[in-house]
């Protein structure tokens, strides 16, 4: 099965510096890798999204690449703010018709933007 | 858009009980809902994949007979959790994605606590 793993687990940046977060997948039927932000208590987010046939994707602050050879992706998020603070997973995901579609997610990161 | 709700937020029980967690698309037919356990500070551990009309698929390790999944119309499904004990107090979280779209909308999560 599909195995995700990302770094680092934990992520302390000075508001307005960039933050990176990386994930690794071993299953190259994956084809679809979204990122979520959790808050404390709180439902995870759909942030940003890359399907296997894009290289880059951004989104304001927030950027995703995709190396599909080297079965990595990273989400880059620059100028930090406090409110960026949370957890954030990444996920490897199957085609929908495969494998039900479901999704492999990262251990997650936890992200602190200090004032 | 894709708004998922979870009911009840959060339920106190007595060890032996069985309770019942629903999880609706509220605006958007869920042809495959996913049940997930979250304890704290760790990432989404998926039970299983639930798909309308269909028996859910389980992941290895987790109970089906202790964990039932009823996925009865495309915009409900329920997690009983029988005869419940102190182990398996969590936070369980389900999410749901239409027919042919990768990305997963998560409910905000029913926290569990068995006595």
């Known amino acids: 099965g599909e195995n995700v793993e990302q770094h680092p687990s934990t992520l302390s940046v000075q508001e307005g510096d960039s933050a990176v977060i990386k994930c690794t997948y071993s299953?190259?039927?994956?084809?679809?890798f979204p990122w979520y932000k959790q808050e404390l208590g709180k439902r995870p987010q759909l942030i940003i999204d890359i399907r296997s046939n894009v290289g880059e994707k951004k989104d304001q602050r927030i950027a995703v690449t995709l190396n599909k050879t080297a079965k990595h992706f990273s989400l880059h998020i620059t100028e930090t703010q406090p409110e960026d603070s949370a957890v954030y997973f990444c996920?490897?995901?199957?085609?929908?018709?495969?494998?039900?579609?479901?999704?492999?997610f990262g251990d997650g990161t936890t992200l602190t933007v200090k004032p | 858009g894709a708004v998922v709700s979870q009911h009840p937020s959060w339920v106190i029980c007595k060890s032996g009980t069985s309770v019942k967690i629903e999880c609706r698309s509220l605006d958007f037919q869920a042809t495959t809902m996913f049940w997930y356990r979250q304890f704290p500070k760790q990432s989404l551990m998926l039970m299983a994949t639930s798909n309308e009309g269909s028996k859910a698929t389980y992941e290895q390790g987790v109970e089906k007979d202790k964990f039932l999944i009823n996925h009865a119309s495309l915009t409900l499904s329920t997690l009983t959790v029988t005869s419940a004990h102190p182990e398996d107090s969590s936070f369980y979280i389900c999410?749901?994605?239409?027919?042919?779209?990768?990305?997963?909308?998560f409910g905000p999560g029913t926290r569990l606590l068995v006595l």
């Open positions: 999410s749901a994605e239409s027919l042919g779209k990768e990305t997963q909308y």
């Open positions: 299953d190259s039927a994956s084809n679809y």
């Open positions: 996920a490897a995901s199957s085609p929908p018709d495969t494998n039900a579609g479901k999704s492999t």
